[in-house]
């Protein structure tokens, strides 16, 4: 089973404002990655390190975190936000790459 | 712009070995770790495998580790993935992926995946 934890599913109305989730111990120490994921697509990151975004993705995405949990927030939600989102991190020993289970989010 | 394709995915039987490969343009690929992570069909992301930017660091999955091998070629600009002893667990989409820095798990460029499926 993975060691982060995500729901796997989360809607949210457009223009609204959704929170996706991420639990895990190794997130009390290491920063939480976040990809997002379309049908057919490879996976884009979206937000890295404490609230980085790369070039090119938009600023209603945003990231934060505490405790064990990471968060995801999409601030007024568009259609094109739809996707699977993953959150990746080391695991607790720091040797490996963990990835979350992943969450669907629909825009409805 | 960062490119990376992948190339050598197709059909082993379970047992047969494959080796991928990710040809790389765009940056400077001596300075950036390396990964490969998998997705089996209409599954999740699973991290497959990892290698620091001269060669060290190199980390694997405990499910792949092995059985399967990352190196890197500084000449061809490439990353490579040889695996062997496949089973039907390892039939996935895999993705060579570029990190931030020499020795980071964030993965800031992706390619477009080759498909590996191990069936008899």
């Known amino acids: 089973s993975s060691e982060l934890t995500q729901d796997p599913a989360v809607s949210v109305a457009l223009g609204r404002t959704v929170r996706v989730t991420c639990q895990g111990d190794?997130?009390?120490?290491?920063?939480a990655n976040w990809y997002q994921q379309k049908p057919g697509q490879a996976p884009v990151l979206v937000i890295y390190g404490k609230n980085d975004r790369p070039s090119g993705i938009p600023a209603r995405l945003s990231g934060s975190s505490s405790g064990n949990t990471a968060s995801l927030t999409i601030t007024g939600a568009q259609a094109d936000d739809e996707a699977d989102y993953y959150c990746s991190s080391r695991d607790i020993t720091g040797n490996h790459v963990v990835f979350g289970g992943g969450t669907k989010l629909t825009v409805l | 712009e960062v490119h990376l394709v992948e190339s050598g995915g197709g059909l082993v039987k379970p047992g047969g070995s494959l080796r991928l490969s990710c040809a790389a343009s765009g940056f400077t690929f001596d300075n950036y770790a390396m990964h490969w992570v998998r997705q089996a069909p209409g599954k999740g992301l699973e991290w497959v495998s990892g290698i620091g930017w001269n060669s060290g660091g190199i980390d694997y999955a405990d499910s792949v580790k092995g059985r399967f091998t990352i190196s890197r070629d500084s000449v061809k600009n490439s990353l490579f993935l040889q695996m062997d002893s496949l089973r039907a667990a390892d039939t996935a989409f895999y993705y060579c992926?570029?990190?931030?820095?020499?020795?980071?798990?964030?993965?800031?460029?992706w390619g477009q995946g080759t498909l590996v499926t191990v069936s008899s």
């Open positions: 190794s997130l009390r120490t290491y920063y």
């Open positions: 992926a570029k990190a931030l820095t020499g020795d980071s798990s964030t993965l800031d460029s």
